[in-house]
């Protein structure tokens, strides 16, 4: 049974900084490809980090050169490192397995969330 499970998630204020942890069960980090999203009130769910197979890596323009997504293989974990965080980047964050073809989140294979709340 695939599980992801995000922790980190929390409260702070404009130009914080929080780490965002997706631990996986059931389903081995290495070699496949993986995603953060988030979902804000009222808004439809963004991608927001992908990392690929590879190792490639794409952010969504907003969050460049702020966020940053890993992985630790040896911990089957994914991360996402954010940095000089603003009050719209709140919301729910989730992390997914993905389609590595089309990029596309896999059904199913998606943790229940961590809040993310950043004021002003």
């Known amino acids: 049974q695939v599980q992801l499970v995000e922790s980190g998630g929390g409260s702070v204020q404009t130009g914080g900084s929080l780490r965002l942890s997706c631990a996986a069960s059931g389903y081995t980090l290495s070699g496949s490809c993986m995603g953060w999203f988030r979902q804000a009130p009222g808004k439809e769910r963004e991608g927001v980090a992908a990392?690929?197979?590879?190792?490639?890596?794409n952010y969504k323009n907003s969050v460049k050169g702020r966020f940053t997504i890993s992985q630790d293989n040896a911990k089957n974990t994914l991360y996402l490192q954010m940095n000089s965080l603003k009050p719209e980047d709140t919301a729910m964050y989730y992390c997914a397995a993905r389609d590595c073809y089309s990029g596309s989140p896999l059904p199913g294979y998606w943790g229940q969330g961590t809040q993310v709340t950043v004021s002003s």
């Open positions: 990392l690929d197979s590879d190792g490639t890596t």
